[in-house]
Each structure stands twice: as structure tokens, then as C-alpha cells.
């Protein structure tokens, strides 16, 4: 037969808990490839991505409610002054794009390369923006 056990106090079970500090839900945090253009919070990835490279990336972003940066360095496609706002395109319409909302185009013009740096955010199947979004010379 197997022994009788008493049912323990759900007081002392709670008070178990937390003390040992096993009350706190145990969250995962996301996966992300140090060798991609994705980083948690503001930090900037060590390899950037590119008009080719992002295609593969895209689909391959942490999955969470948490901010994410993208990196990702090239050539504008394209460059808009709204008075307030600067939006700047990185890589060609029929590929995935990738716009920046930053506060000035820095004298910036289509075909100059720079390192898009930002609040990533995907809509639809090749649009991209990240904002805010810092844009800064390719070094």
C-alpha cells in the first residue's frame, strides 16, 4: 500500500513560495542570433543588415512585446521632408523595404549609404519601419 500523506496547509505551501522565490513567473526571453541584425531594447547589432540580407531576416525576428531594434546599413531608395518628420527608405520597392522616422534628413539624398538603427515594427509582407529611428553615416 502506499503511505498516507497530510495534506499541507496551503498557508505553509504559500509561505514556501516566497521565501525560496519560486512565485515569479518564469519568463523566456526571446532567442536572438547574436550574429543578426536584431537586439533587445536600444542596442545596436554587431552586424548589420543589408537590402539582401533582410529578406531572409524578416521572418526571423524575436517574437515579443518587448522593443526590438534593427540594424541595417545601405544605400536610400528614397528620402521625404514633411516639415516635421524626415522618412527615410532603405532598399528597393520590389524587395523588402525599410523606413526610418527620424526628425531631420541631415542632408541626406537618395543614393547616399547609411546605418538605419530603430523601433522595429513589420507591416505587411516587405514593409519595415523603425521608429524612432536613428540614421547615421555607414561607417
Not at 519560486?22 to 519568463?27: A, H, P
Not at 532567442?31 to 533582410?54: H, K, L, Q, W
Amino acid at each position: 500500500m502506499f503511505p498516507s500523506y497530510r495534506r499541507v496547509p496551503a498557508g505553509l505551501v504559500a509561505a514556501i513560495l516566497v521565501l525560496t522565490g519560486t512565485t515569479s513567473v518564469l519568463r523566456a526571453e526571446p532567442v536572438i542570433d547574436p550574429e543578426g541584425p536584431f537586439r533587445m531594447g536600444e542596442g545596436y547589432a554587431d552586424r548589420p543588415a543589408t537590402c539582401e540580407t533582410i529578406k531572409r531576416w524578416i521572418d526571423h525576428a524575436p517574437a515579443t512585446d518587448d522593443r526590438i531594434t534593427l540594424t541595417i546599413a545601405g544605400p536610400l531608395a528614397a528620402v521625404q521632408w514633411d516639415g516635421t518628420l524626415a522618412y527615410l527608405v532603405m532598399c528597393e520597392e520590389k524587395d523588402v523595404q525599410v523606413m526610418c522616422v527620424t526628425y531631420s534628413k541631415e542632408g541626406r539624398h537618395v543614393g547616399d549609404t547609411v546605418l538605419f538603427a530603430g523601433g522595429y515594427a513589420r507591416y505587411g509582407a516587405r514593409r519595415i519601419v523603425l521608429d524612432p529611428c536613428l540614421a547615421a553615416p555607414e561607417e
